[in-house]
Every structure is written in C-alpha cells, then in structure tokens.
C-alpha cells in the first residue's frame, strides 16, 4: 500500500491510478455529505406538515323528541277563610 507522500509526489503510473480511485470515491463522498442534511431537512418539514394538519372528522347528530302524556289537574278550591274582628 502506497503512503500518502509517494502518491502525491510519484508521478508513476501506479500513483495517477490510486490518485483518480481517490478522486472518483470522494465525490460521491461529498455528494452524499451535502445531500443528507437536505433530504432530512425535507422529510422533517413533511412530517411536521403532515402532523399539523387536522384530521377531517364526520360528526352526526341525531335528535329524538319526546312526548309525555299530559295529566289533568283538578283543583279543589278552597272556601274563603272567616274574616276576623279587630
């Protein structure tokens, strides 16, 4: 395995061939270290958008009436009281 001085002062063959491996694996590297956050950034701002909105609910009501049977009241009445005498 080359050190890191030859392949960068070795201009040989072998050299340029391990420079440009090196190069054709940083950049997706690098590709994969600038996308990343951004794609998290983006699933989070759906996730928190998702949850934020209200979920559409259908509300029935139903009304019943009832009727009670109405009852008659008879009253007696009552004589006059006795006037009183002061």
């Given at each position: 395995?080359?050190?890191?001085a030859?392949?960068?002062?070795?201009?040989?063959?072998?050299?340029?061939?391990?420079e440009?491996?090196?190069?054709?694996?940083?950049?997706?590297m690098?590709?994969?270290?600038?996308?990343?956050?951004?794609?998290?950034l983006?699933?989070?701002?759906?996730?928190?958008?998702?949850?934020?909105?209200?979920?559409?609910?259908?509300?029935?009501?139903t009304?019943?009436?009832?009727?009670?049977?109405?009852?008659?009241?008879?009253?007696?009445?009552?004589?006059?009281?006795?006037?009183?005498?002061?």
């Open positions: 395995m080359p050190t890191a030859s392949v960068f002062f070795n201009t040989s063959a072998k050299a340029t061939c391990y440009s491996f090196l190069e054709r694996s940083t950049l997706p690098k590709k994969l270290i600038i996308l990343a956050p951004v794609l998290a983006l699933a989070m701002t759906l996730l928190s958008s998702c949850a934020s909105q209200p979920t559409e609910t259908t509300t029935t009501t009304q019943e009436t009832v009727t009670q049977p109405t009852t008659t009241h008879t009253t007696i009445e009552q004589p006059a009281p006795p006037p009183t005498r002061y």
